[in-house]
């Protein structure tokens, strides 16, 4: 786990390619806020596992949380985030989720349902024969096709953590405990994908709170330029 600056705590809750790329461009926020940013299992200095568990990550992120602390995620990291969100609602300040899978607001839904469908493909390892379905959950998880060797080794770890990957659908977290407890909460989208509009909208019906679109970087809505000052914007607002 890496933690630096000094304020109020920022917990920063990665996706799948680790906290090196997915929140690099958040430590200059270590100006104004601590930033605790954790390796989820299987990644850096944390346990090994052979796939990705929203329901392990959850218990780590439970443990680390402290009152006051306000929790932003990206992509899977979203899922446990919202769990613990729903369990310490009471505890947390504010609760940022950036693009997660989080199929069970909608799994009928007939923008959410093909993506959930591809999703489920890609972590049972059917789309290892068919690779253009196969790069196409790659891209749309924000992942570019390697540029060189070692960024293809990079991949292949990658793909082998989230094959055979915990469900997102299985995801069930307590939203009206979030919105009950008045959790201010921003769910977040970069308008590259209508099922990830789709369950952005979700979230913010089910758990209140507010609404951002920043497209130009796909999935990882946090490189835009101008995320970091938005992010700042609805973190300082206070508590209802």
Known sequence: MRTEGSGPRLVLVHGGVGPELSWERQLPLAERWTLVIPWRRGYGESPPAERQDFEADAEDLDALVEPGDRL?????????????????????????????????????????????????????????????????????????????????????????????????????????????????????????????ERICDLITERAGGERLRLPGAGHPVQRVPGFNERLEEFLVRPRR
């Open 72 to 196: 932003v995620a990206f992509s899977y990291g979203g899922l446990s985030a919202a769990i613990v969100a729903g369990r310490r609602a009471e505890e947390l300040d504010s609760l940022v989720l950036i693009e997660p899978p989080l199929f069970a607001l909608g799994p009928d839904d007939p923008l959410i349902s093909p993506m959930m469908e591809l999703s489920a493909r890609f972590t049972s390892g059917e789309t290892e024969d068919d690779p253009e379905a196969h790069w196409r959950f790659l891209t749309m998880a924000g992942v570019k096709r390697p540029r060189d060797a070692a960024d293809a080794r990079r991949i292949e770890r990658l793909t082998r953590l989230a094959l055979h990957l915990r469900a997102p659908v299985e995801a069930r977290p307590d939203l009206a405990a979030v919105r009950t407890a008045g959790v201010p909460v921003l769910s977040v989208s970069g308008e590259h994908n209508p099922a990830i």
